[in-house]
């Protein structure tokens, strides 16, 4: 052995021994060495501290302030054809509150998310998040790639999240003591799948709108867009519509729930038909809407259905969400009425039938969703026996918007339902499953409705001290000014004003259970 070499062994080495006797060593250096990590199946790419201050993300245009922290860039190569990126970031050893957060992504995703890391260390967490193993939202990444499209659907989470504590381990000198997870939207998916294909991997999780039941969210996109559209593809629904339509629901619904908020409480009472404006002969078309205009409303709301069976296949939008803000995301637009084809019809041309010319006017609802389900299961989330997660002792908290404009949160209660049912009803349901509707929220955040709520104190109290949340508080805010609180109520609960005080502070309001839904349907089956 030359004394070359053997420097160098000692100099690798020493550190490792370092770092294992004293834990809280110097974190620039201990996190340096990071790098040289062998997670089975993992490369370190970088390891590096970073100052607090202003820290600009990868491809990002603005910086965000954050604390002190270490640093790590991998990829998680779990199949050949896998490239999963991910990142861990670790606070500094006073700054750790001694528990991990993964965050969830968003569509396809394909990209990290740097504003949900920073906003989990700020709060004292290590925190991960992944790529999900594709770079950009574009589906044709699956071409070719059904590996890449399972990191996509569930693995990527579940390889990040184990490497993740092994690097918080390995900087820190122990595991993390808790581990939660949050997401929504496809990160509400995410945490959904995590709750039932890896019932180990978290202690806690937040699903926000969940996009879980995927193939037929899908089936939903193309029917929606059907509906709004003209053979010739272009659209029968133009954006001044979608507002006019959420102006005249709201004046019809918001009082069914005995106070006008400009708030319905629950969409699925309200049956407001768009017929009410119709045009008249001679009326001003801007004001009103064209027969075409009231039937395309009309298939929003109802949904779609297996022509040959008349199985509610996917439910349809709620009243409310169709045009209540200036963003796209707060109305139909974004997803139903602007996109030039149906939105994901790459799911059709990619995944499904490996036919990049698929045309969506081919469509058979009954023999495609079928075969759809039988070749990828996978892509969807929707196990209803949630027993290993209950097992372990997990706590899962999801919530949705009922203006969600996104992800129809019907088939969000339709889910919860179905779980109730098969794990042994509502009560023992709600000892690990807890759910919360927000009313006049839209996908995620956003609406008339109070729409902001700290979800992950909420779930650190009952995984930690075994306080199950009974209600959350939301508020509404107009300019960065909060003008209204509400209670979020435990589903089925609905919040009730007192009848005394104002009606924009929550502790004015009671969580009360209401009569059930008459002659409404209220499942959309085969969510499975
Ligand atoms: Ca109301």
Redesign the pocket.
Known sequence: MTRRFVAALVVAIVPTLFEAITPAASAATACANLAALTIPGVSVRSAAAVAAGPFTPPGARQDMTVPAFCRVEAVARPTSDSEIKFEVWIPQAEAWNGKFEGVGNGGYSGAIGYPAMAAALRRGYATASTDTGHAGDDMKFAQGHPEKLIDWAYRSIHVMTEASKLVVRNHTGRFPERAYFNGCSSGGHQALSEAQRFPEDYDGIIAGDPAHNRIRQTFGFLHSWIATHHKDGTPILPPAKLPLLTKAVVEAC????????????DPRRCHFDPARLSCRAGSDESACLTAPQVEAARKMYEGVKNPRTGEQIFSGWPRGSEGFGDSPIQSWRQYVTEPPEPMRVGFFRYFLFHDPNWDWRTIDWDRDLAYAEQKLPFMSAVERDLSAFRKRGGKLLMYTGWADPVVPPQDTVAYYDAVAKAMGGLERTREFFRFFLAPGMGHCSGGPGPNQFDTLAALEQWVEKGAAPEKLVATHSTNGRVDRTRPLCLYPQVARWKGTGSTDEAANFSCVTEAPLNGVRRTTPGTR
């Open positions: 918001d009082g069914l729930d005995g106070l006008r908020d400009g708030i319905i409480d």
